[in-house]
Nanobody
Framework: QVHVVESGGGLVQAGDSLRLSCAAS????????MGWFRQAPGKEREFVAT????????YYADSVKGRFTISRDNAKNTVYLQMNSLKPEDTAVYYC?????????????????WGQGTQVTVSS
C-alpha cells in the first residue's frame, strides 16, 4: 500500500512558475516509478510526466515538454514537478500517482495509487 499526497498548487499568471510536490509513504519509495497526470474541467485525466524508480529516466507529454521537469528525491520519498512558462491551458487538477513497478508509465492503468490532487490555475 502506498499513500501519496500532493502539494504546491495555486493561482499564478501566465508565464509564471510553480513547483508541485508529492510525498509518498508506505512501500519503499525507490521500488516504484511515479507519474503526474492532470484533469481539466470537462476533460479526461491526461498524462503529464513520469519518472522511473531511480530518477534516471523521464518522459513527458508533448504539451509540457521543455517547460515541465519531473524529478525525485528518494531520500525524502518525494517527487516534484517543476512547471515553468505556465499557460492558461495548463489549468487543471494535478494528480500524483505511484506505479506498479520500477518503470515509467504513461497510462493510468500503470498506476495503482493516486493522490487527491492539487489545483493549478493559470490566469491570462
Amino acid at each position: 500500500q502506498v499513500h501519496v499526497v500532493e502539494s504546491g498548487g495555486g493561482l499564478v499568471q501566465a508565464g509564471d512558475s510553480l513547483r508541485l510536490s508529492c510525498a509518498a509513504s508506505g512501500r519503499t519509495f525507490s521500488t516504484y516509478g511515479m507519474g503526474w497526470f492532470r484533469q481539466a474541467p470537462g476533460k479526461e485525466r491526461e498524462f503529464v510526466a513520469t519518472i522511473n524508480w531511480s530518477g534516471g529516466s523521464t518522459y513527458y507529454a508533448d504539451s509540457v515538454k521543455g517547460r515541465f521537469t519531473i524529478s525525485r528525491d528518494n531520500a525524502k520519498n518525494t517527487v516534484y514537478l517543476q512547471m515553468n512558462s505556465l499557460k492558461p491551458e495548463d489549468t487543471a487538477v494535478y494528480y500524483c500517482a505511484a506505479g506498479l513497478g520500477r518503470s515509467m508509465g504513461i497510462m493510468k492503468r500503470d498506476y495503482a495509487y493516486w493522490g487527491q490532487g492539487t489545483q493549478v490555475t493559470v490566469s491570462s
